[in-house]
């Protein structure tokens, strides 16, 4: 069998993630209490993507995804592959881990960011520098097919149809999920936006998990 190896570390993180279970009782805790939210009976389907691009990434990923698997209201359906990716918007800064995971889910749309924006805080993302490097970062890219459009939450994502780094993991796990503003699916907006020119290679066979390096994605948008 082979033998597992652990993604390279990069950059330094503020603190020491949490043990998982630990974690997520505390970011529960201090965001939406089932108890407190609004009542939704009703599941729907999710898709959340997640990055990471300082300590052990890889961790950050698992740790965030343990998080949503632990939280009453919230199952887990399916992850996409990690994917190694160029940092947006701000370059100088180390290679993102990014990935896409399907939920369903009886939590509000606003009250899943709550609880994602506390998940963020307890595994260490640090908010002072904007588009900078995160320990998490966790967007809601589609809630089932609603559109909401508020101050704090915009769905689907603006930008995830820009973003090869969102959609190639989405498109792993949700390929003929179609976007209910552009009514195209995953897949295609995935072979759009790659047929703009973008290269892409092979990423080294001896980290498991990780598929492909991004080579100059030529997206005009910020990381936000
Ligand atoms: P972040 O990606 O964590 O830097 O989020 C920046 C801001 O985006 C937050 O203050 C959110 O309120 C806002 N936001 C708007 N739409 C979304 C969305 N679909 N998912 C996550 N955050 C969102």
Do not use: C
């Given at each position: 069998?082979?033998k597992?190896?652990?993604?390279?570390?990069t950059?330094?993180?503020?603190?020491?993630p949490?043990?998982?279970?630990?974690?997520q009782?505390?970011?529960v805790?201090k965001?939406?209490?089932p108890?407190k939210?609004?009542k939704?009976?009703?599941?729907?389907?999710?898709?959340?993507?997640?990055?990471s691009?300082?300590g052990?990434?890889?961790e950050?990923i698992?740790?965030a995804?343990?998080?949503?698997?632990e939280?009453?209201?919230?199952?887990?359906?399916?992850?996409?592959?990690?994917?190694?990716t160029?940092?947006q918007g701000?370059?100088?800064q180390?290679?993102?881990?990014n990935?896409?995971v399907?939920?369903?889910?009886n939590y509000?749309?606003q009250?899943l960011?709550?609880l994602?924006q506390g998940?963020e805080?307890?595994?260490g993302?640090d908010r002072?520098i904007?588009?900078?490097?995160?320990?998490i970062?966790?967007?809601i890219l589609?809630?089932?097919?609603?559109l909401i459009s508020e101050?704090?939450?915009t769905?689907?994502?603006?930008l995830m149809?820009e973003?090869l780094?969102?959609?190639?993991?989405?498109k792993e796990?949700a390929?003929n999920?179609?976007?209910?503003i552009?009514e195209?699916t995953?897949k295609?907006?995935?072979?759009?936006k790659?047929?703009?020119?973008i290269?892409?290679?092979?990423?080294d066979?001896?980290l498991?998990?990780?598929?492909?390096?991004?080579?100059?994605i030529?997206?005009?948008?910020?990381r936000?």
């Open positions: 069998m082979k597992k190896k652990k993604a390279k570390k950059g330094k993180a503020p603190k020491k949490l043990k998982a279970k630990k974690a009782k505390k970011a805790k965001t939406a209490k108890a939210r609004a939704q009976t009703e599941f729907k389907t999710v898709y959340i993507s997640l990055g691009n300082v052990d990434r890889e950050y698992e740790q995804i343990t998080l949503l698997r939280t009453p209201g919230i199952k887990v359906i399916r992850r996409s592959s990690n994917f190694e160029q940092p701000r370059k100088n180390p290679l993102f881990i990935a896409a399907e939920i369903s889910t509000s749309p009250d960011l709550l994602l998940f805080d307890t595994l993302r002072s904007e588009w900078g490097p995160r320990t970062d966790m967007d589609l809630y089932a097919n609603e101050d704090s939450l769905v689907p994502h603006p149809h973003r780094f969102v959609l190639e993991p989405l796990i390929p999920v179609v976007h209910p552009l195209r995953i295609e907006l995935y072979n759009d790659k047929a703009e020119g290269t892409s290679e092979k990423y066979e001896e498991p998990g990780f598929r492909e390096v991004k080579r100059g030529a997206d005009d948008y910020e936000w």
